[in-house]
């Protein structure tokens, strides 16, 4: 069973572009998770999606930044015009929600590391 | 809103040794989770250990254990028998019990830590 596989590892990008990162979660796992890590931070939430629902985006930038995942396929962050400020390593975690919450647990993708030029 | 705190950016330990990795935290909720992920090089996050707050008991996975201060608001990681795969980043995080599906988690800023052989 494959972990949760985020794709590509490395973007870059020239400010005004768009960025596109893909998170495939674990099998079976119907909940993502994406967070940014800022160099020297911890990661900061942005966005949770169920499958073709967006749950809570309370941590988006209200500009500029999308989600979603569909019914079929990767979950998506899109990043329009891209900046500067943009460059962080991107991760995306997936659950299930078919656990308890006394054994639930987030798996994490190794991260798209995006850096803007 | 919650919020997590390591205040130590670095640490080292002598191979064999013992480490303690501190944090806190602040919320008014009665009901979380606390959790200690590690992330080496490879940037894969992984979960180290998990503490459910209405436990009194410390949780505790083989060389790795916590000390869990609720009335402090302190949640510190104790590393016994140090090795040289340990060295890492390790981060501090909580998430609230009250949030039901949704497993955001709140990330302090992390500490890294080197082994010395």
């Known amino acids: 069973n494959a972990g949760v596989m985020q794709n590509p590892r490395h973007l870059v990008r020239r400010r005004g572009q768009e960025a596109r990162l893909r998170c495939s979660p674990m099998?079976?796992?119907?909940?993502v998770y994406w967070y940014r890590q800022l160099p020297e931070e911890g990661l900061k939430f942005m966005v949770y999606?169920?499958?073709?629902?967006?749950?809570?985006e309370s941590g988006m930038p209200k500009e500029r930044f999308s989600a979603e995942f569909p019914k079929e396929g990767p979950s998506i962050l899109r990043i329009q015009q891209v900046v500067r400020g943009d460059s962080a390593a991107y991760f995306c975690?997936?659950?299930?929600?078919?656990?308890?919450?006394?054994?639930?647990?987030?798996?994490f993708g190794s991260g798209t590391q995006l850096s803007v030029l | 809103a919650q919020t997590v705190t390591q205040s130590q950016p670095e640490m080292s330990v002598q191979e064999a040794e013992t480490v303690t990795l501190s944090c806190t935290y602040d919320?008014?909720?009665?009901?979380?989770?606390l959790f200690w992920y590690k992330q080496p090089p490879s940037r894969q996050m992984i979960l180290v250990i998990r503490q459910e707050a209405y436990k009194q008991q410390n949780a505790t996975e083989n060389r790795f254990s916590v000390n869990f201060q609720k009335a402090a608001k302190s949640f510190s990681l104790k590393i016994s028998d140090s090795q040289l795969g340990d060295a890492a980043m390790y981060f501090c995080a909580y998430r609230s019990y009250s949030t039901g599906a949704n497993s955001k988690l709140t990330f302090g800023k992390g500490i890294t830590l080197s082994v010395r052989p």
């Open positions: 999606l169920q499958k073709e629902n967006i749950i809570d």
């Open positions: 099998k079976g796992h119907s909940h």
């Open positions: 919320t008014s909720e009665s009901d979380y989770y």
């Open positions: 975690a997936s659950s299930t929600a078919k656990t308890t919450l006394a054994n639930e647990k987030l798996f």
